[in-house]
C-alpha cells in the first residue's frame, strides 16, 4: 500500500517507520522539505527497508492510497488545505487528539472537521496510546496484543485501517461508525489526563469477565 502521512514528527516517525518495515510505501511531510527529508532518511534508516519519501502536503497527498492525518491541531486547517482536493474520496487515517487534555471540545470533533475540509473517508485511529507505544514491535502488554478501535463509515477505509493496524502486530477493533470518533476523542483527552495525573489509565477498566453480560448488538 501506499501510505502518505500529513506530518513529519513523532508519531509519522513511529507509524510511518513500522510500515515501512511492513513493506509499504510511505512518504511524509511536514511545513518545510529539509526537515520533512531528515525524518524520511532516519525512517529509511530506521526500517531498514525501502526508502521513506518526503515531499509537500499535495505531494503526500496525491501520493497515498490511503492518508494518514498527523499533525497537530493547529496547523490541522492550513495542513489539509495545503493538501487540497486529492484527499477527496480517500481512505484518511485521523490520528490526531485535542491540543492538550483540558482543551477538547466535543462539540467540535476533529475527525469531522477533517472530513468536511477533505471530503475524504476518515478513520479514527491510533489516537488512545502514546507515540512510543507505535515504537514497540509489537506493541504487546502482558501477553496481549494491544488492541485498537477504528471509527469510521466508509467499507473500504475501514478495511485499509484494519490492514495497518495488524501490520503494527495489533489487533483491530471495530469502533462503530465516524459518528463515534468523537468518543475516542474524548476518551484520549480523559485518558491522557489521568496519566499527567500520574494514574495508570489501564487500572481503571476491568476485563471482560468482570464487564457484566451483555448480548450482541
Ligand atoms: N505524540 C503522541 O504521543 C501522540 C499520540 C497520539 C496522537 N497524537 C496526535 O498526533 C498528532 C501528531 O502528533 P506528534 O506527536 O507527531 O506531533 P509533532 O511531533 O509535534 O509533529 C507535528 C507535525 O505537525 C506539523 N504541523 C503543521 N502545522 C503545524 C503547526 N501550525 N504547528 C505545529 N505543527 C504543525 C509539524 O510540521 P513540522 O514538521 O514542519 O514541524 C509536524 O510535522 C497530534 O494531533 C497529536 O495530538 C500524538
Not at 498527523?70 to 486529492?86: F, K, M, P
Request: with cysteine; hydrophobic share 45%.
Amino acid at each position: 500500500m501506499r501510505v502518505g502521512i500529513l506530518g513529519a514528527g513523532n508519531m509519522a516517525d513511529a507509524l510511518g517507520t513500522q510500515w515501512a518495515g511492513a513493506g509499504h510505501e510511505v512518504m511524509v511531510s511536514g511545513r518545510d522539505l529539509a526537515g520533512s527529508t531528515a525524518r524520511a532518511a532516519k525512517m529509511t534508516a530506521q526500517a531498514g527497508a525501502r526508502a521513506v519519501r518526503a515531499g509537500s502536503f499535495a505531494e503526500v497527498a496525491g501520493f497515498g492510497d490511503v492518508v494518514v492525518v498527523a499533525v497537530r491541531e493547529e496547523g490541522l486547517r492550513t495542513t489539509l488545505q495545503d493538501a487540497g482536493a486529492a484527499l477527496r474520496g480517500k481512505p484518511l487515517i485521523d490520528v490526531t487528539n485535542a491540543a492538550g487534555p483540558d482543551r477538547y471540545d466535543p462539540t467540535r470533533p476533529l475527525a469531522r472537521l477533517i472530513g468536511d475540509i477533505t471530503g475524504g473517508h476518515v478513520v479514527k485511529a491510533f489516537n488512545l496510546c502514546h507515540v512510543d507505544v507505535w515504537r514497540m514491535t509489537p506493541p504487546v502488554f502482558d501477553g496481549r496484543p494491544l488492541a485498537v478501535p477504528l471509527c469510521g463509515d466508509d467499507p473500504a477505509a475501514m478495511e485499509a485501517a484494519r490492514t495497518l493496524t495488524a501490520d503494527l502486530g495489533c489487533t483491530p477493533v471495530n469502533g462503530g461508525g465516524l459518528e463515534r470518533a468523537m468518543l475516542l476523542e474524548a476518551t484520549a483527552a480523559f485518558m491522557i489526563g489521568l496519566w499527567f495525573g500520574g494514574a495508570d489509565a489501564q487500572a481503571v477498566l476491568p476485563p471482560l469477565a468482570s464487564s457484566g453480560t451483555h448480548q450482541p448488538a
